[in-house]
């Protein structure tokens, strides 16, 4: 019996001894990956077969093209062209609910993958937005836009509008804000458009937590993603091309 437990200790410690490790993590990165025609190029036959009846429900809901993008779009910090063209989209989407805001902004964290030139699918629009986030409306105060704009140089920049210029120097101090060409006057209201995740204060934009006169529609309609879909299927029946352009909308002085 106690050749036994001894052989059971012996055993228990050799198992312990060779779970260790002189691995230690220092670091971890990623990039992000653009999935496209390349990593078709040669399917395995038995896993195709295998996944063709599914491919089949999954396809009719997202291979509907609802746009072509002229380029490349992809999200950005400070600026970046999808990181432009959420938010004046909200702008331009606001006339359904009534709404005529200020400005609009989107978080830079929201936008989960990029737009690839030619056709636009919509599966392609739900990777871009793929949670339940829904467009609101929602008034600040000038001095808290002010803080906002800061709380956004804080992150390295977050998505806003067409109207809105900032310009911080080199530590993403801010040293003016203007919207449509206008110095934001602390004293004045301001209606802006975005997300309810943001407007609820998320990704540390802590002063939309001051916000009054909230209009927050909350249908599936509302969704962002599905509010993209209904502009680029604007854009398509008009025969435009899905595409946005960098102006400055932040600005970094060295």
Known sequence: MRNKT????????????????????S?????????????DA???????????????????????????????????????LLSNLLPDIFMAMA??????PDFACYNYGGIRAALAAGEVTKGDVTDVAPF??????????????????QQMLNRGGECLSHEVHIEADK????????ISGEPVDPSREYRITTIDYV??????????????NLNAPGNDEANS??????????????????????????????
Request: charged fraction near 25%; charge should be positive; glycine fraction near 6%.
């Open 6 to 25: 001894l052989l059971f200790v012996l055993v228990v410690a050799l198992t312990l001894t060779a779970c260790r490790s002189h691995y230690r993590l």
């Open 27 to 39: 670091s971890v990165t990623g990039t992000r990956v653009l999935i496209d025609s390349r990593y």
């Open 42 to 80: 040669n399917p395995d036959a038995a896993a195709a077969a295998f996944m063709a009846p599914f491919k089949t429900v999954v396809d009719s809901v997202s291979r509907p093209v609802v746009g072509t993008a002229a380029r490349y779009l992809e999200r950005g910090r400070p600026e970046g």
């Open 95 to 100: 006339e359904e609910y009534g709404e005529k």
């Open 132 to 149: 339940e986030n829904k467009i609101v409306f929602v008034t600040l105060k000038g001095d808290k836009v002010l803080e906002l704009f």
């Open 171 to 178: 530590d993403y101090k801010m040293l003016s804000a203007t």
């Open 199 to 212: 407007q609820q204060g998320n990704d540390q934009m802590t002063a939309f937590k001051s916000g009054t």
């Open 225 to 254: 993603r599905n509010v993209m879909l209904r502009y680029f299927e604007k854009l398509k029946a008009q025969g435009k091309k899905i595409d946005s352009v960098l102006e400055g909308r932040i600005t970094i002085k060295e």
